[in-house]
């Protein structure tokens, strides 16, 4: 059974940074896309940053300029950089992995919480 094990998340204040990590294991195929996704207090969950495993990768606008993904393949890990933390990134950020025909898996979450 995939395990995504969520790391690095925490209390910050504003302007500040943190870099998350998800290190999959039990992995028996290959990974397409590695990524991080957020759900803050009463809002829908959504894309934060993803990338392929060709290198490719997508970032929200909200956080495009200020965050970096990155993958390491051969630890199955995907990391993100966040700067310039603002109040409006606290959410719960979820690891997500999926395999070539795009099922997905999902890490169990990390709390990321901004102060002012």
Known sequence: QVQLVESGG?????????????AASRITFSINHMGWYRRAPGKQRE??????SGG???YA????GRSTISR?????????????????????????IDNMYGYPY???GT?????S
């Open 10 to 22: 925490g209390l910050v204040q504003a302007g500040g940074s943190l870099r998350l990590s998800c």
């Open 47 to 52: 894309l934060v940053a993803t990338t392929t």
């Open 56 to 58: 490719s990768t997508t």
């Open 61 to 64: 606008d909200s956080v495009k």
């Open 72 to 96: 390491d393949n051969a630890k199955n890990t995907v990391y993100l950089q966040m700067n310039s933390l603002k109040p409006e990134d606290t959410a719960v950020y979820y690891c997500n």
């Open 106 to 108: 999902w890490g169990q």
């Open 111 to 115: 709390q990321v919480t901004v102060s």
